[in-house]
């Protein structure tokens, strides 16, 4: 079967489209007329005849990718729903879910100080001196001797459960209960609606491994150096990315 019948299996057709991520937090303001944010309301189990008032703003914290508040007050009681946000234009994509610098990530999840110095070698941060390199500036991880490349691979695979938790659904008052992927692709807008739980165990499914391309590969997210940022010291930054359609097929 191809992707785009697995999309429209595991999606529904949105009653009316998305420019961006800001739409999102606009019609669950509006949910009295929008259809679709009922059918959001609803999947996250509120029954729309019992509901008062909602209240949406867009969540501002240290993740990168957009979050939203949901504040939903009922007959007799009020509630708070944070969710992960994700608009996609190409089937095909990825989005950046989470970016740090190294030390940050030290912080989070306690590396060790040789792992940690193998990432920065990887990202750029601490300038390799192997020659023969792809890249002077950076070494891919492909590009380390095969006992450094198991330390970083058997480092995620042990801390796997509590890294994709990090990444995906964050910590603290603003942490993700749900993920929201709306995919705006040939004219037509469609959208899933999955508990943050649903959506980890989704993207992180698989083995932790180097890939060809000598990026870590956590399940279906992908580790890697930020890049771009025109060469600025910001482009040394570790990023994970996901592709958010994945989550129309499970």
Request: without cysteine; aromatic residues 8%.
């Amino acid at each position: 079967m191809k992707k785009e019948d697995l999309i429209k299996l595991g999606s529904e057709t949105a009653k009316s489209g998305f420019r961006n991520e800001d739409d999102i937090v606009r019609k669950f303001n509006d949910w009295k007329k929008d259809k679709d944010a009922q059918k959001w309301l609803e999947i996250m189990g509120y029954p729309i005849d019992e509901i008062k008032e909602v209240e949406a703003v867009r969540l501002h914290g240290e993740k990168t990718d957009v979050q939203a508040q949901i504040t939903i007050y009922m007959k007799n009681a009020i509630a708070a729903e944070n969710l992960s946000v994700k608009l996609v234009s190409n089937p095909q994509g990825f989005n950046q879910v989470d970016k740090r610098w190294v030390d940050k990530y030290v912080e989070l999840w306690k590396i060790p100080e040789d792992i940690a110095g193998l990432l920065k070698v990887y990202t750029g941060e601490i300038v390799p001196t192997k020659r023969g390199l792809k890249d002077k500036r950076r070494m891919f991880l492909n590009e380390m001797t095969e006992d450094e490349q198991r330390k970083i691979v058997d480092f995620f695979a042990k801390n796997k459960i509590l890294i994709v938790s990090d990444i995906l659904k964050g910590r603290g008052k603003f942490s993700a209960g749900w993920m929201l992927v709306a995919l705006v692709s040939g004219g037509e807008s469609r959208w899933v609606l999955k508990s943050i739980n649903h959506a980890m165990n989704a993207f992180g499914e698989g083995e932790t491994r180097i890939s060809p391309r000598g990026s870590l590969k956590i399940g279906k997210i992908t580790m890697q150096r930020k890049g771009g940022d025109a060469g600025r010291d910001t482009s040394k930054m570790l990023q994970f990315k996901i592709n958010p359609v994945e989550l129309f097929r499970v």
